[in-house]
């Protein structure tokens, strides 16, 4: 099993910046990727990186939001700068791990951010 956990998230004034975190333990996750949620709406892809470092961001936060790693550290960041309050949302870690020829994939619980305008 693969336990993720986020922190980080909070309440800032738009143009503000905030740092998540995503602490992974168990089995070792590959890919960690990043999602926010906002009620009624579909979950929605931020940014990913995989072990070896390589990113990927969605276009519309590129720019502002950056995602690293620490492998050693088992824990993914997501730096969000250039706040606005459309960002507002609860923050979701996902872990990918690749065991026995199939992909499992495991979610934090979330980290709620609130952007006030």
């Known amino acids: 099993q693969v336990q993720l956990v986020e922190s980080g998230g909070g309440v800032v004034q738009a143009g503000g910046s905030l740092r998540l975190s995503c602490q992974a333990s168990?089995?070792?996750?590959?890919?960690l990727a990043w999602f926010r949620q906002v009620p009624g709406k579909q979950r929605e892809f931020l940014a990913s990186i995989t072990r070896s470092g390589q990113s990927n961001y969605e276009d519309s936060v590129k720019g502002r939001f950056f995602i690293s790693r620490d492998n050693a550290k088992d824990t993914a960041y997501l730096q969000m700068n250039n706040l606005r309050p459309e960002d507002t949302a609860t923050y979701l870690c996902?872990?990918?791990?690749?065991?026995?020829?199939?992909?499992?994939?495991?979610w934090g619980q979330g980290t709620q951010v609130t952007i006030s305008s």
């Open positions: 168990g089995y070792e996750v590959g890919t």
């Open positions: 996902r872990g990918t791990r690749y065991y026995s020829g199939t992909y499992d994939t495991y």
